[in-house]
């Protein structure tokens, strides 16, 4: 069964940085593609980040390229999204999900299987 479980939300100043983690387990991934979302209140949820497991290419939402960078520890099964410059609209809960294909066309949500149960990111002077 696959797990994804995220860790490292929280509340930080404008301007400030977060680690998110995803620990990813029950399968292999090999051919996976692992990405993040995030949904703020009253908003549709969107893509922020993709990177293909065994090849490490990744994809970035406009809003945050620059400022986030995706990475991922294959032997520790862990993805992690660095969020750096953080602004008052990058607050939402994030999720972190999975999917086989291509990090080309990774950026539509309904195109994930695996979905962790997402983190709090805050933030706000």
């Known amino acids: 069964q696959v797990q994804l479980v995220e860790s490292g939300g929280g509340a930080v100043q404008p301007g400030h940085s977060l680690r998110l983690s995803c620990a990813a387990s029950?399968?292999?991934?090999?051919?996976?593609?692992m990405g993040w979302f995030r949904q703020a209140p009253g908003k549709e949820r969107e893509f922020v980040a993709a990177?293909?497991?065994?090849?490490?290419?990744?994809n970035y939402a406009d809003s945050v390229k620059g400022r986030f960078t995706v990475s991922r520890d294959i032997p520790k099964n862990t993805v992690v999204l660095q969020m750096n410059s953080l602004k008052p609209e990058d607050t939402a809960v994030y999720y972190c999900?999975?999917?086989?294909?291509?990090?080309?066309?990774?950026?539509?949500?309904?195109?994930?299987?695996?979905w962790g149960q997402g983190t709090q990111v805050t933030v706000s002077s």
């Open positions: 999900a999975s999917k086989y294909g291509l990090v080309s066309t990774a950026t539509s949500g309904r195109d994930y299987g695996y």
């Open positions: 029950g399968r292999s991934f090999s051919g996976y593609v």
């Open positions: 990177i293909g497991w065994i090849t490490g290419r990744t």
